[in-house]
């Protein structure tokens, strides 16, 4: 059957649609091969595309997030800030209270020294009336003149002399409780001055605390307008640009391409040989299939020999019996033959 074809498409011309459908075929596979290495390059552009877009959107969401943490940083060195200048606040009200507590120091300061004055003077008092008493008591005579000291004088000297020495004894002992009395608020004040101290240590301490934060905040506002005013290279953007040009271009060509092996495999299938030599083929079978019996006919051999599609042979006698061309005479092959030549001649005449 295939090598019938071949002959009856020589005799019809349309060899040409095989022609061209070996050229398709060609086409079709570049096509093919275009089409990948578009895909391929497709992809490739859209992973870079991808890459870049996700490194400028990366380098935005950190611009961000550290824009973020840094206010955020600034928004707690102020308040702590304020919390230590309250606390300093606090402190400074504290010593002010202090002061106003010991604002008599200086009177205290000189009471005790002048008690403390009074008291040594008082001692040294005691101490002679203790030296005229003991004199009195150990001397019989003068020691200077070598006079004999009267007795009677001796006695009332004594008794003088004690009596003032009590009367100290007891100044004395009020000027004690005066001076310890006076001591104990020395003690206070030295106490308020002590923690006015430790209040004025803290209060620098603060002071120094804030200086570092108020620096530290200043280099960080310094930071937030850097990122704020900052912005992506442009050559970022435009390369993100140049890749979706790129992409575009690849993706029309791929369409293009697609079209183009539509068209081409639509015409491919007109090609085969259901297609349009099918079509041609079957506009003349039953001229070839009249003419082929006529042929017959004419050369007395009454059978009716049909070729189909694919030049199959149907032979059948006047009883409609099947017959095989080998089933025949060789006389009878011949007019089978000869008709056969006749209508191709025919064929090839139109």
Known sequence: ARHRRE???????????????????????????????????????????????????????????????????????????????????????????????????????????????????????????????????KNEDCPTCHQHIDEVFKASMITKENDK????????NDLMDDLEATKIKMQQIDDVNNSIQNKNVDIAKENSSISQLEKFNATLQSEVKHLEEGHIDKKDHTEVKDLKEEFKVFNNEKDKLREEKVYSEAVRTMLTDQGIKTKIIKQYLPIMNKLINTYLTSMEFYVNFTLNENFEETIKSRFRDDFSYESFSEGEKMRIDLALLFTWRAVAKM
Do not use: C, P, W
Not at 37 to 55: M, S
Not at 109 to 119: A, I, M, P, Q, V
Not at 165 to 170: A, E, G, H, S, Y
């Open 7 to 137: 002959v009856v498409e020589e005799i019809l011309d349309i060899q040409i649609f095989s022609l061209m459908n070996m050229i398709l075929k060609q086409k079709l596979k570049t096509i093919d091969i275009d089409y990948r290495e578009l895909e391929y390059k497709t992809q490739l552009t859209q992973e870079k595309l991808t890459l870049k877009q996700k490194y400028i959107q990366d380098i935005q969401e950190n611009r961000r997030k550290l824009l973020v943490e840094k206010s955020s940083l600034i928004a707690g060195n102020e308040e702590e800030v304020f919390k230590k200048k309250r606390a300093i606040s606090i402190l400074q009200d504290d010593i002010d209270n202090m002061h106003k507590k010991i604002s008599n120091s200086t009177k205290i300061t000189d009471r005790y020294n002048k008690l403390k004055d009074l008291h040594s003077q008082l001692k040294e008092k005691h101490r002679a009336h203790n030296r005229l008493i003991g004199f009195f008591e």
């Open 165 to 172: 020495k009590n009367k100290l004894t007891d100044g004395i």
